[in-house]
């Protein structure tokens, strides 16, 4: 059974930046992508940022673009979002999503989350 630690979030002044981590452990089957979505009080959950094992190609959501990176470390098994310019909007929390794939089968592993704050 795969495991995620989320850790790095916290409070924020607008404007300020956080760099959150996720840890996979319990891996058997091979992490096909890592991302991180993020859900404000009385919104759905949405995509900040996604990235593939193999080859690192990312993706990003709409709301957060060109104000994060998204990294991975494959040795490790975690993956890294660099929240830069943070504004109020971005208080949510944020959870890191693993995939897998055993056999032809795709599943999905969720972290408890991280909160983060963003304000003065």
């Known amino acids: 059974q795969v495991q995620l630690v989320e850790s790095g979030g916290g409070l924020v002044q607008p404007g300020g930046s956080l760099r959150l981590s996720c840890a996979a452990s319990g891996v058997t089957f091979r992490i096909i992508d890592m991302s991180w979505y993020r859900q404000a009080p009385g919104k759905e959950r949405e995509l900040a940022a996604s990235?593939?094992?193999?080859?690192?190609?990312?993706a990003y959501g709409d709301s957060m673009k060109g104000r994060v990176t998204i990294s991975r470390d494959n040795a490790k098994n975690t993956v890294y979002l660099q929240m830069n310019s943070l504004k109020p909007e971005d208080t949510a929390v944020y959870y890191c999503?693993?995939?897998?794939?055993?056999?032809?089968?795709?599943?999905?592993?969720w972290g408890q989350g991280t909160q983060v704050t963003v304000s003065s």
């Open positions: 990235i593939t094992s193999a080859g690192g190609s990312t």
């Open positions: 999503k693993a995939s897998t794939i055993q056999g032809t089968i795709r599943y999905d592993y």
